[in-house]
């Protein structure tokens, strides 16, 4: 692990989210470590989305799958616990979102498959290193995100559009962002759209499905990127009994740093896990 980062700070981070203390977005914060997605199935589904998942890898792309019935993430955040160190969950039945609450605890199930999947906000720190700026970063607000026009392939009842999230580029560095993002495929890798978003069904900018709006300023140019909410579409699409899932925005930040996060899916080295 890079000396500047200590993991305490990921479990810090976690234990304010599991009391309550931080309890909004976590875009900006606990920069360095991978963020992941949620997605909470039956076991009787899992198969399923796992080949959804495995199908779309661009906007799923998973960073670890947990045993039924185990709520710790023992690879990527050992001692953690995806129950309830998540700022706010989402629970869809039949593909009605029916409660947004900051625990599942409740809820959980001993046949229940947990499924963590990268996030971009992983790279928002590569993109500030490279001096790309993070709008929504800048703003202390959630990321745009949009269901667009572009089908995923399906897999069992798994079927759906794909969400994207959107960042303002300035022109002279998008080239510079596509570079960065591109070598990070554990976390959706470099962008699926660049300008003009009514190609992808998108028809204003500042009005998006989930996240907050931000502005896109003179010479900057929408880029975007797929994004880890694409299996809630899939959820409201399909309408399976039950599926759990983070709130947009609201992720699980794991022990990985986001320098490792590729090596920790390909398992060539890198993020060495542990306890203590």
Not at 76 to 92: E, F, L, N
Not at 182 to 205: F, N, S, Y
Not at 242 to 262: A, R, Y
Request: glycine share 10%.
């Amino acid at each position: 692990m890079p000396e500047s980062l200590d993991r305490s700070a990921a479990q810090r981070f976690r234990a304010e989210v599991a009391t309550g203390r931080h309890t909004g977005p976590t875009a900006g914060h606990c920069m360095g470590f991978a963020q992941a997605n949620l997605v909470v199935l039956p076991k009787n589904l899992a198969y399923d989305f796992l080949v959804f998942a495995t199908r779309n890898p661009k906007p799923c792309p998973i960073i670890e799958v947990l045993e039924p019935g185990n709520p710790e993430p023992a690879l990527s955040a050992p001692g953690a616990d995806i129950r309830t160190d998540i700022p706010k969950y989402r629970v869809y039945r039949r593909g009605v979102l029916v409660e947004e609450p900051a625990s599942i605890t409740h809820l959980w199930q001993d046949d229940f498959v947990s499924f963590l999947i990268g996030c971009s906000f992983t790279f928002e720190k590569p993109l500030l290193d490279a001096g790309i700026p993070v709008r929504h970063i800048e703003l202390g607000r959630n990321v745009p995100m949009f269901i667009t026009n572009m089908q995923c392939r399906p897999a069992g009842v798994f079927h759906g559009p794909m969400v994207v999230s959107m960042r303002p580029i300035p022109g002279r560095l998008v080239a510079k962002a596509v570079e960065v993002t591109a070598a990070m495929h554990a976390v959706h890798g470099g962008p699926v759209h660049v300008g003009a978003p009514e190609a992808i069904g998108i028809a204003d900018l500042g009005r998006p499905d989930f996240g907050d709006s931000v502005p896109v300023y003179e010479g900057e140019v929408p880029v975007f990127w797929a994004c880890g909410v694409t299996p809630q579409a899939a959820a409201l699409a399909a309408k399976p009994e039950l599926v759990i899932t983070h709130s947009p925005g609201h992720m699980f930040v794991t022990d990985v740093p986001d320098s490792e996060v590729q090596d920790f899916i390909t398992g060539m080295g890198g993020f060495r896990g542990g306890r203590g």
